[in-house]
């Protein structure tokens, strides 16, 4: 992954006062309204990050038909 690919969507400051359901509310809001994307927390960054998703790799069944 190359870094400029990786968007910070929402940055968590000590000072907030947030809870991890709001923080999984987040990803999963973001997530629904950007399905090619994979949204994830990034502990280093201490925000919720996203890179675009991989393309799902075919099968080699489904290579087949």
Avoid at 18 to 28: G, P, V
Avoid at 30 to 35: D, G, L, V
Wanted: charged content about 40%; glycine content about 2%; some cysteine.
């Amino acid at each position: 992954m190359r870094r400029s690919h990786k968007k910070v969507w929402y940055r968590i400051h000590q000072d907030d006062d947030i809870t991890l359901k709001e923080i999984a509310d987040k990803i999963r809001e973001i997530q629904e309204a950007h399905p090619e994307l994979d949204v994830f927390f990034d502990g280093d960054e201490f925000a919720i990050c996203s890179i675009p998703a991989k393309e799902k790799k075919k099968t080699r069944q489904s290579r087949l038909t």
